[in-house]
């Protein structure tokens, strides 16, 4: 049988030959936290720029705040504009009845 052929257990199964419960002590043990991770000193670009991705601001373009404001208001309106012509067809059925 080729390696294709054979079915995926993504690690979810000891292969052929060990215990299942070395198995387990394998893929239940807790790897390194970042707490243990050692990162690399920042080291400048040839151009001079030292790269600050974690703590680099976010660019939110002009305008966004409103627009973002004006769209949940105009949400609003429409939803409640559905909701009294609802109730006005509403009321106007029950009146023929």
Not at 66 to 86: E, F, K
């Amino acid at each position: 049988m080729a390696e294709y052929d054979k079915p995926r257990t993504g690690g979810a199964a000891p292969s052929s030959g060990g215990s299942i419960v070395e198995w387990a002590q394998r893929v239940f043990t807790p790897k390194a936290g970042p707490a243990s991770v050692k990162l690399p000193p920042r080291v400048p670009a040839p151009d001079g720029y030292i790269r600050k991705t974690p703590v680099q601001e976010i660019r939110v373009p002009e305008g966004y705040k409103r627009r973002m404001i004006m769209r949940a208001i105009g949400i609003t309106l429409g939803i409640l504009l559905a909701a009294a012509v609802i109730y006005i067809l509403f009321t106007f059925i029950l009146n023929l009845l």
